[in-house]
């Protein structure tokens, strides 16, 4: 079974762009994750879709958004980029109703670096 | 809200040795679960093991296993037969067993691994 795939793997904007990252899931999996990880604060939760609903957000700006489409992939966009936005962003899934859906599966990440 | 902390943020041990890795963690809550996820330099996160807080018997995978306190809220991971391809990141990580709760990560332990 093919693990979460993120794309793309790096990404080079300047401050005030906007960006957009995609995650696939692992096959049969309906629940997507973000985290932001930083040498400075280390991995901290985005949010969390299940069945193309937000269930659960993190304490982060609005600038910050994400979506879930039927297949359960999900994107997550940042707006208006601001220096300290830079970071590995990762994508986790985690199965429903399935023996060890609690655990969660990260994808490579996303290495965004803005100018 | 609750938190991990790994008081350690460097280690470093002998190939073939075995090494321990500490993890406490704050929480009100009794039905949870808890992991540890290894990250390879510039390589994906992947989890290492995983452990239900309603379960005495401390879980192991092959060379690693924890010790599970839960009465002290303590989580260590010990790695057995050290290899070179352990070094790594490994971040203790939290989740409570509500649904649509994230993970709660701790800062991570740099292990290096010394020929």
């Known amino acids: 079974k093919a693990g979460v795939t993120q794309t793309p793997r790096y990404l080079i904007k300047t401050r005030g762009q906007q960006v957009t990252l995609s995650c696939s899931p692992i096959s049969g999996h309906r629940s997507v994750s973000w985290y932001q990880q930083t040498p400075g604060q280390g991995l901290q939760f985005l949010f969390e879709y299940f069945s193309e609903t937000q269930r659960n957000k993190g304490n982060f700006p609005g600038r910050f958004s994400g979506r879930q489409f039927s297949n359960s992939r999900s994107e997550m966009n940042v707006s208006t980029l601001e220096l300290g936005d830079s970071a590995l962003y990762l994508c986790?899934?985690?199965?429903?109703?399935?023996?060890?859906?609690?655990?969660?599966?990260f994808g490579p990440g996303t290495r965004l670096t803005v100018l | 809200a609750q938190t991990v902390t790994q008081s350690q943020p460097e280690m470093s041990v002998q190939e073939a040795e075995t090494v321990t890795l500490s993890c406490t963690y704050d929480t009100s809550e009794s039905d949870y679960y808890l992991f540890w996820y290894k990250q390879p330099p510039s390589r994906q996160m992947i989890l290492v093991i995983r452990?239900?807080?309603?379960?005495?018997q401390n879980a192991t995978e092959n060379r690693f296993s924890v010790n599970f306190q839960k009465a002290a809220k303590s989580f260590s991971l010990k790695i057995s037969d050290s290899q070179l391809g352990d070094a790594a990141m490994y971040f203790c990580a939290y989740r409570s067993a509500q649904r649509n709760t994230p993970l709660v990560f701790g800062k991570g332990t740099r292990l290096s691994v010394i020929a």
């Open positions: 986790a899934s985690r199965g429903r109703g399935y023996s060890g859906s609690d655990t969660q599966y």
């Open positions: 452990q239900e807080a309603y379960k005495q």
